[in-house]
């Protein structure tokens, strides 16, 4: 296969590429539009396509990358006629710096175009296949419906949760897993958050601080629908509440107390950027913000 006709092929590599990376950091519109494996299936065809039209011969043949007639007059290199009866007399020449490799073989390229498609494969199913924009529709229905359920109780007055796929409210770029207005009716959370919670509530999986997190955040911002604007004694209410919470999520009561005492102390241990989240000396047994202050635990 010549250089010109191997370009076409580069250039459809990069786009099947960079059409992956879309699909995984782009809007949802194009992961719900076209089923990633339509690209990877594609990709695949392409791919052999390309290797049984070579194996066939249907590729130009390779150009001569050898010094040229012109070259060879301007340069001084010796007429191949010259080499040849030298290499005939049994001189050996060294011209080895002119000479080019041999285009790596049909069956070698295919093969680095199925390990790039490997590749893509990889990617999609860890950043892109198994999160929260991964599960059916009627079930993330399912989840959110429960997760403002839940969200209810905590903030003692009908309230809903929307989980935020297209990111305009939370997330990296705006550094909240959560947001609420106080006093308000609705909570966004991360797609993240909400692949937690579900994970818990309807696969009974549990991931140590991720799940004990997901469980506070979705506490946290209830107690901002019930009213509570503090953020540091926002923090201690849900830390306490998510005990109950874990609980009806599926945890047992006493690894869902484990989990907010986790988070409880991972709040002490972060860093400056986090202040205002801080909970005060009064968030503990018996302190003024205990909620439950005759139970003899806490949180």
Known sequence: MNERSASPWLWVRVALIAFVLAWILG????????????????????????????????????????????????????????????????????????????????????????????????????????GWSSLPGDRRTEAVARFSDEASIIAEKPVAIRCDEARDYVGAVQHADGVAVVGGDLAILTPEICHELYRLAFDGEVNGSRTGRAIAVLAHESW??????????????????????GARLGLDEDEARRLMRQQLTENQLRGLGTLEYRVGPECRDGGRLDLDSGAGAFP
């Open 27 to 130: 809007p949802r519109d194009i992961r719900d539009a076209v089923p990633i494996v339509v690209v990877f299936l594609l990709a695949v065809g392409l791919e052999a396509a390309f290797v049984v039209g070579a194996l066939r011969g249907d590729a130009r043949p390779a150009p001569d990358r050898g010094p040229q007639e012109v070259d060879r007059d301007r340069y001084g290199f010796r007429p191949e006629e010259e080499e040849d009866a030298d290499e005939a007399d049994g001189y050996e020449l060294d011209d080895d710096w002119y000479v080019f490799d041999a285009a790596p073989s049909p069956v070698r390229r295919f093969a680095v175009g199925l390990g790039l498609i490997g590749v893509l494969v990889a990617l999609v199913w860890i950043f892109g296949g198994s």
């Open 224 to 245: 901002h629908l019930r009213g509570e604007r503090d953020e540091g004694q926002t923090e201690c209410y849900a830390l306490q509440s998510g005990v109950d919470l």
